[in-house]
């Protein structure tokens, strides 16, 4: 028996798999009880990307497998309100060196009211955010320019976010996001935007489930069950999550919202009173940069839609 630090890369229900990062060599694990039961409110106290300490017997096996018996402090975590009532939150992802936030504007449309949830959740925990404008070919094609163009207004200038567009189909793009893959990076994203061809694209010696798009309904089909991380061939490391149909916020009381719009943040320092919702207060620097046009009318309403909602996307 030895006491080892390793990073779990992949989460199953309650069984894990570890490895001593930048090495790869898997070997099985399960939870002690008590670290289970510590007052954690998250339905996985231990996520994908957490360092832990573990006890790892000689003949390591799924038949004996090492014990986690810590999880060391996280420097930054993507979390999300849980469905499940019993909890209050669900540990995307830890220790991240950059989320990768897939979208795709039809094949299918990602709500862009999703899309702020996750990026002022990645603001909030300090975890550095590109997103990735996936299916480009398929846009060209339909003739959505204009959509696009208005997608890099919104996002890159004004919000001021990095944009690659890609296409797993024609490999546009994936060089590009390839380069950016530095360290452990979390590829997220709505059902059917291509994460799991993205994935097989970067490093054709993976080979995540994919599924067809459901045309009934235009929203891809559950692929990924289970969250876990890849090696990647040309260096770093990726973790591939189940496609997300909801993304309630937590631990954001109404007045600290906007802090987290990159947009709104700039612009607010103009607001005659202080604090500001930027709802109704006269002399709002933030309602007059909507009307200018320096912060996006969707943005905005996806702020409004934030502060109106209660139990359902934040923690009372």
């Known amino acids: 028996m030895k006491n080892v630090q390793a990073t779990v890369v992949k989460h199953t229900g309650s069984h894990y798999l570890l490895s001593i990062l930048p090495a790869w060599e898997l070997f099985p694990a399960v939870i002690r009880g008590k670290v289970r039961l510590q007052k954690s409110t998250a339905t996985n106290p231990v996520a994908v990307g957490d360092n832990v300490l573990c006890e790892v017997p000689d003949d390591v096996s799924e038949s004996n497998p090492a014990i986690i018996t810590e999880v060391l402090p996280r420097r930054n975590y993507v979390i999300r309100k849980?469905?499940?009532?019993?909890?209050?939150a669900h540990i995307i992802a830890s220790n991240i060196d950059r989320a990768f936030v897939v979208v795709t504007l039809a094949?299918?449309?990602?709500?862009?009211?999703?899309?702020?949830?996750?990026?002022?959740?990645?603001?909030?925990?300090?975890?550095?955010?590109?997103?990735?404008?996936?299916?480009?070919?398929?846009l060209r094609k339909a003739g959505a320019d204009d959509l696009i163009a208005?997608?890099?207004?919104?996002?890159?200038?004004?919000?001021?976010?990095?944009?690659?567009?890609?296409?797993?189909?024609?490999?546009?793009?994936?060089?590009t996001l390839r380069q950016a893959l530095a360290g452990i990076n979390l590829l997220s994203g709505v059902s059917g935007v291509g994460k799991s061809s993205l994935i097989k694209a970067l490093d054709p010696n993976l080979n995540p489930k994919t599924a067809q798009i459901s045309l009934s309904h235009l929203q891809g089909r559950h692929t990924t069950t289970f969250y876990e991380m890849y090696p990647l061939k040309s260096?770093?490391?990726?973790?591939?999550?189940?496609?997300?149909?909801?993304?309630?916020?937590?631990?954001?009381?109404?007045?600290?919202?906007?802090?987290?719009?990159p947009e709104m943040l700039r612009e607010s320092q103009g607001c005659r009173f202080t604090p500001c919702t930027h709802t109704h207060e006269?002399?709002?620097?933030?309602?007059?940069?909507?009307?200018?046009?320096?912060?996006?009318?969707?943005?905005y309403n996806s702020y409004l839609g934030m502060l109106e909602e209660n139990t359902k996307?934040?923690?009372k």
């Open 107 to 138: 094949f299918p449309e990602v709500k862009l009211p999703f899309l702020d949830r996750l990026l002022v959740t990645c603001e909030v925990y300090g975890v550095p955010v590109t997103i990735v404008l996936n299916k480009i070919d398929l």
């Open 150 to 175: 208005a997608f890099h207004d919104t996002y890159g200038r004004l919000a001021g976010y990095d944009i690659i567009e890609t296409s797993a189909k024609t490999g546009e793009g994936i060089d």
């Open 282 to 299: 006269p002399g709002c620097a933030v309602k007059k940069a909507v009307d200018e046009g320096r912060i996006s009318a969707d943005r």
């Open 82 to 88: 849980s469905t499940n009532l019993s909890r209050e």
């Open 313 to 315: 996307y934040r923690q």
């Open 235 to 261: 260096g770093g490391f990726i973790i591939d999550t189940p496609g997300i149909r909801s993304f309630g916020l937590l631990d954001l009381q109404p007045e600290e919202i906007a802090l987290y719009f």
